[in-house]
């Protein structure tokens, strides 16, 4: 029977192995040949086995944070109805949107100009305009600085949310969350280092996509935690199983995997496998605990919100984040708005903009705000960035009288924590809000600010795949001067 040898294979075999120890050693850079750690950083003390791509490892610089909890409102969240006022739109109400161009929009129906139906106030000592939905957010405006000239590149939902989690409309590249562990790896070994809990009304839109590792090794893709009082799914052994069973059984099974990676130690899905099979058990000490909001006072989950059926969802998403933060894991990534229902589940605000945005903004309003007051509280908030976004704005033209198309020539965003300067709005739209007009700010740039506050230069963090080094911001991106000098 003939067989035939893989590439790498070859490489192993022929020179007397000398191709493949460079080729081990290569992987070892990549750090997907590292060397086992023994300890626990956390409340638990379980230890760590066998290869793991996830020691730390040191910035480029000196950092500003340590971890990121990134806050996506799905569906689309209208800049003009929340953090960026247009009086110009009350005042030419009803006229059509004249002398930008041509008008494009996702589902037609292009009405005229439409007036936000909420309030701004000024709000803090920096006097920084929030709308009236956000009452408990605003109490945090001179901590928060907002991005009002934020653009993308595509009015598709799927497309969009791909631009803002892996910094291409494609799907197949890493997300933002696999970058940073590729590049920082994480302070906790028994939990993962990239941590995504989406809505419990379902995921977003573009799927897992969303928190894949892309053409990098599979262990550095997102981990996916239920925002349940069970959040991840089989993680207990069966009752008749005891823990020393469980470890002799690891044992075996890691030593028949051994000889599979001695064989194709460059194969990812092995690698990734080992590796979670060594994490799984790890996190069956740790996770439990780490993710148990039970254990917190009542006072600080009322803080978050979980007294109130309307804000106990992503109240119980926003504090597991800070749980998990507070033990090392290094990029959490939040949904809020699932694909139960499109229009009524998320921010996708065409059938009616002030019931959707009203419905949606009292879910997070509270967990959001009870957020930063209590990392703020825990002195977590300096060496935590938190980032608030959608993955587009909305049209300041009516869809139907009522509703706001989609619209990713402009958007809002904001940063808190991180030292970041707070009290300030940066770049700006137009007077309707339809474009980025004063300091455009790309999702590159935004990118490119996220990983310089955790201390990486954004065209040093390469990957090489097809015989190129890869970026998470491609050849594009500048981080934000206001951002990263304040």
């Given at each position: 029977m003939k067989s035939f040898w893989s590439r790498r294979d070859f490489l192993f075999q022929s020179g007397g192995g000398v191709s493949g120890?460079?080729?081990?050693?290569?992987?070892?850079q990549q750090g997907m040949l590292a060397a086992d750690r023994a300890g626990a950083s956390g409340a638990c003390d379980a230890k760590a086995f066998g290869p793991t791509p996830f020691l730390a490892k040191k910035p480029h610089f000196a950092p500003r944070a340590t971890s990121v909890i990134s806050l996506f409102m799905s569906g689309g969240v209208s800049h003009v109805d929340t953090f960026d006022p247009k009086p110009a739109l009350r005042q030419y109400s009803g006229q059509p949107l004249t002398g930008k161009g041509e008008v494009v929009v996702r589902q037609g129906n292009p009405g005229p100009l439409m007036p936000s139906p909420f309030s701004f106030r000024k709000y803090g000592q920096s006097g920084l305009d929030v709308s009236e939905i956000f009452p408990s957010i605003a109490q945090h405006a001179d901590e928060m600085a907002v991005l009002r000239s934020v653009y993308g590149?595509?009015?598709?939902?799927?497309?969009?949310?791909?631009?803002?989690?892996?910094?291409?409309?494609?799907?197949?590249?890493?997300?933002?969350?696999?970058?940073?562990?590729?590049?920082?790896?994480t302070e906790n070994q028994n939990l993962?280092?990239?941590?995504?809990?989406?809505?419990?009304?379902?995921?977003p839109f573009g799927g897992p996509a969303n928190w894949s590792a892309g053409f990098m090794p599979a262990a550095y893709q997102g981990t996916v935690f239920r925002a349940s009082e069970n959040p991840i799914i089989d993680l207990k052994p069966p009752a008749y199983v005891t823990p020393d069973e469980q470890r002799a059984r690891l044992d075996l099974l890691g030593r028949l995997n051994a000889i599979d990676f001695e064989k194709h130690p460059s194969s990812s899905e092995l690698a990734a496998r080992i590796s979670s099979y060594e994490l799984a058990y790890r996190m069956q000490g740790c996770a439990?605990?780490?993710?148990?909001?039970?254990?917190?006072?009542?006072?600080?989950?009322?803080?978050?919100?979980?007294?109130?059926?309307?804000?106990?969802?992503?109240?119980?998403?926003?504090?597991?984040?800070?749980?998990?933060?507070?033990?090392?894991?290094?990029?959490?990534?939040?949904?809020?708005?699932?694909?139960?229902?499109?229009?009524?589940?998320?921010?996708d605000a065409h059938?009616?903009?002030?019931k959707n945005h009203t419905t949606h903004a009292a879910e997070v309003d509270r967990p959001i705000a009870g957020l930063l007051t209590d990392l703020k509280a825990r002195g977590l908030l300096d060496s935590t960035l938190v980032v608030w976004h959608g993955e587009f704005g909305r049209m300041p033209i009516s869809q139907r009288g009522v509703g706001r198309d989609h619209n990713p020539g402009a958007m809002s965003m904001w940063m808190a924590g991180a030292k970041v300067k707070g009290g300030q709005a940066i770049g700006a739209s137009d007077e309707f809000g339809y474009k980025a007009e004063q300091q455009p700010i790309?999702?590159?740039?935004?990118?490119?600010?996220?990983?310089?506050?955790?201390?990486?230069?954004?065209?040093?963090l390469t990957y090489l795949y097809n015989g190129r080094n890869m970026r998470l911001t491609d050849v594009y991106g500048d981080p934000i001067p206001q951002i990263v000098s304040s």
């Open positions: 120890v460079a080729l081990a050693w290569l992987l070892d590149s595509s009015n598709d939902h799927v497309q969009a949310h791909y631009l803002i989690a892996t910094g291409t409309v494609r799907m197949g590249f890493p997300s933002v969350g696999s970058w940073v562990t590729y590049g920082l790896g993962p280092a990239f941590v995504v809990i989406y809505d419990a009304r379902g995921g439990p605990e780490a993710v148990d909001v039970n254990r917190e006072s009542e006072a600080t989950r009322k803080l978050y919100g979980l007294d109130q059926k309307t804000t106990e969802p992503f109240g119980r998403q926003c504090l597991m984040a800070r749980r998990l933060v507070e033990r090392g894991v290094r990029f959490v990534q939040l949904y809020h708005g699932g694909l139960g229902n499109q229009n009524t589940d998320t921010w059938d009616d903009v002030k790309s999702i590159h740039d935004l990118h490119a600010t996220v990983l310089h506050l955790l201390g990486m230069d954004h065209t040093k």
